[in-house]
């Protein structure tokens, strides 16, 4: 008699849950910095450009609710994958946002691909993420190290920055930029006449701008970022650098990077990037929610927060298409399928090898009398676009894009 | 050229004047550790979030009223100083009877709180502060550039450093202070007011921080952090000079300075290490450090 009642409760869940087919649970954590070198580049504004995505989303699709958590990996690669065990285990969270700090986010990527769910990253910027380590679970979305060297390093050398020098942040992000620059410069006709790797967060870097000057390189190429980048280029204004004829090049800048140096320091930096808020009318329109949702006054959004807003909205519309977010290969699967299309990047498209193609931009910072309003900090020097602003596909030796 | 183990000697004369002069910084971090150890007992964990303050405060000061570098190295100290005293008042006081853990622990929860409220104002990225005019450029030396602003940063490190230190071990008012760390009550019985002298050097020590903090806004990223990347190094320094002692702290501060340049043109990947490697080897070696008092 038991067994009959168990059985017909489980019916009567199994009807029920058929009726409300339509409705879909999406669960989205925002794995990011809080605290520490990159928190204003991503941090709680990531979380703030998720929850727009999410909204968004939602107001077309009402069968859909979408929730977005957050927690601090502390740039620990051990604590972000027990954070992400612990969400996708007992939270159910169906998809890993952001991610800043490279080494945090290859080993978030194994995970991601062992437990069948999603990754996207928009905060790291190895390009190994989408080169030997590409994961069918991931999807690298706003930047890499390839991209960053390629457009920067390739302007530069053209410009008859011929000879480097490098400063490189001792971990994989710093490593993946140094290697991938070098091989942009070699390429171009350049010559690297040395590199100095420094800790990650060195607060003192007259020791290494030193080294850096003896090498009588033109240009200094800064393979690091955040803070580290700040220092360096403020004691580098300090030494005489850029008055004794050497240049800084910032291989990975972004606009808070801009705002913390002042436009007087960092005037003339030439970096590529591929998201400015002013770059054109959607931008700006989203530059005005997103600083309501994040709700602190002066603040810029970075492009790795516009990555998330982009990367979350492409997640939804693929898991609305297969109408499951379950199975993470066959949402990755998706969204390579759908062209990708929104305010910020524009229009665009995920590559077998997890890649996502969209346009990037080389911006040099306004002089101080140029910047007309608050937040006013680039001039567009070249729009790079999206076919020639990634690694091919064969050169990035990815598994999958092999097999 | 002279080479030494492969590098041309000026550049390592070069990397020996930059190492002396993080030293300065180190020195004169340590040596306000160091004063409010030996006077009160206290292992002020907050010194990293009062240096952070400092900087901060000559940003404000900055923004909001246009005073400069030059105003700001003098207000900056005393405001933040003044926070100190209330801080003792408030809190520290009641912890002297304790273990040293209490005053930890209290001071460690004070900076994380500072350092959460700053980060909660101005983010993590940064806050831009430029040199002052007064202090732009440099002279070249022949083998390095050297920037003024480096310059005046070791002399006024070095002129403070002494003057604190000829205060405690060699004045009459000195004198007071360390008898009254040994033994207050007898100092109380000769009608010194032993409590406010004990407020007024939490308070001076704190001031050091901050002074450290606006020295280092023009040439270090004025963030939220920049105290805690800092106060380990700085807790290194005064372990391994001894804690408590005023002379270790400042030839410790400047002797690791020196040596962390070096490494950083031999095997920079492990130059936020060396300290670390030196104060395990110290304390294997002498328990004390270097020129502590007790064996």
Excluded at chain 1, 15 to 42: E, F, H, P, R
Excluded at chain 1, 138 to 155: E, F, P, Q, R, S
Excluded at chain 1, 205 to 227: P, T, W
Excluded at chain 2, 23 to 28: D, E, R
Aim: proline residues 4%; positive net charge.
């Amino acid at each position: 008699m038991r067994k009959t009642l168990g059985l017909a409760a489980l019916a009567a869940a199994l009807v029920c849950g058929a009726a409300n087919a339509q409705q879909i649970n999406v669960k989205i954590g925002v794995l990011t910095d809080m605290a520490s070198l990159y928190a204003d580049d991503t941090g709680i504004g990531s979380v703030a450009a998720a929850k727009l995505a999410a909204q968004d989303f939602m107001k077309d699709h009402a069968n859909f609710k979408v929730d977005v958590i957050s927690a601090d990996h502390q740039n620990k690669a051990d604590i972000g994958t027990q954070i992400v065990n612990q969400w996708i285990d007992v939270e159910h969270v169906d998809m890993i946002a952001d991610v800043p700090n490279s080494g945090v986010a290859l080993a978030v990527s194994e995970v991601v691909k062992q437990k069948n769910k999603v990754f996207v990253a928009s905060g790291p910027a190895s390009s190994d993420l989408t080169g030997p380590k590409c994961s069918p679970n991931t999807v690298h979305w706003t930047y890499d190290t390839w991209m960053l060297a390629n457009g920067t390093g390739k302007a530069i050398v053209k410009n008859g920055g011929d000879t480097w020098f490098f400063l490189t942040s001792d971990y994989a992000f710093g490593h993946a930029l140094e290697r991938d620059t070098m091989a942009v410069v070699k390429a171009n006709g350049g010559k690297v006449l040395g590199a100095v790797r420094h800790p990650i967060n060195t607060s003192d870097f007259s020791s290494f701008l030193l080294q850096a000057q003896a090498s009588k390189a033109k240009i200094i190429g800064l393979a690091n970022a955040g803070g580290d980048t700040i220092n360096a280029i403020k004691q580098g204004a300090e030494f005489g650098i850029v008055a004794g004829g050497q240049k800084f090049a910032g291989l990975l800048i972004f606009a808070p990077d801009v705002a913390a140096l002042g436009l007087k320091t960092a005037q003339g930096l030439q970096f590529t990037e591929t998201f400015y808020w002013d770059l054109n009318d959607g931008t700006r329109a989203w530059t005005k929610r997103w600083d309501k949702e994040r709700n602190a006054a002066g603040k810029l959004p970075s492009m790795n927060m516009a990555g998330v807003y982009a990367g979350t909205l492409h997640y939804l519309k693929a898991v609305a298409a297969i109408k499951s977010a379950a199975d993470g290969k066959a949402v990755v699967a998706e969204m390579k399928k759908l062209p990708t299309d929104d305010a910020l990047f524009g229009k665009g498209s995920v590559r077998v090898d997890g890649r996502v193609l969209h346009p990037a931009y080389l911006f040099e910072v306004k002089k101080p009398e140029e910047s007309k309003y608050p937040g006013d900090l680039y001039h567009v020097r070249a729009t790079i676009p999206a076919n020639e602003a990634f690694r091919p596909l064969k050169d990035g030796n990815c598994p999958l894009a092999s097999g | 050229m002279v080479e030494i183990f492969g590098i041309p000697s000026a550049a390592l004369f070069g990397q020996l004047l930059i190492g002396l002069i993080n030293g300065s910084f180190y020195a004169l971090l340590s040596l306000g550790l160091a004063v409010i150890f030996g006077m009160l007992n206290i292992i002020n964990f907050a010194h990293g979030a009062q240096y952070m303050l400092g900087a901060v405060a000559a940003y404000l000061l900055l923004q909001s009223t246009g005073l400069g570098y030059w105003p700001a190295l003098i207000i900056a100290p005393i405001v933040v100083g003044a926070a100190g005293i209330l801080i003792e008042r408030f809190f520290l006081q009641w912890l002297y009877k304790l273990d040293h853990l209490y005053g930890l622990l209290l001071t460690f929860g004070l900076a994380l709180i500072l350092e959460g409220v700053a980060r909660h104002h101005f983010g993590s990225a940064g806050l831009p502060y430029t040199l002052p005019d007064s202090l732009r450029g440099g002279r070249n030396l022949g083998f390095m550039f050297l920037p003024n602003y480096r310059l005046w940063v070791i002399v006024a490190s070095l002129t403070v450093c002494l003057g604190t230190w000829f205060v405690i071990e060699r004045t009459k008012f000195g004198s007071y202070l360390r008898a009254a760390t040994e033994n207050p009550t007898l100092v109380r019985a000769f009608g010194i007011n032993v409590p406010r002298m004990i407020t007024l050097t939490y308070g001076f020590g704190v001031a050091l921080a901050a002074f450290a903090g606006v020295m280092a806004a023009p040439i270090y990223n004025v963030s939220p952090n920049m105290g805690s990347e800092l106060i380990i190094v700085v807790f290194a320094v005064v372990v391994i000079g001894g804690m408590g002692s005023i002379l270790g702290a400042i030839v410790t501060g400047f002797g690791l300075g020196v040596i962390e340049g070096l490494t950083k043109v031999f095997f920079p990947e492990a130059s936020n290490t060396v300290i670390f490697v030196i104060m395990a080897l110290v304390l294997l070696v002498r328990p004390a450090g270097l020129f502590g008092r007790r064996a």
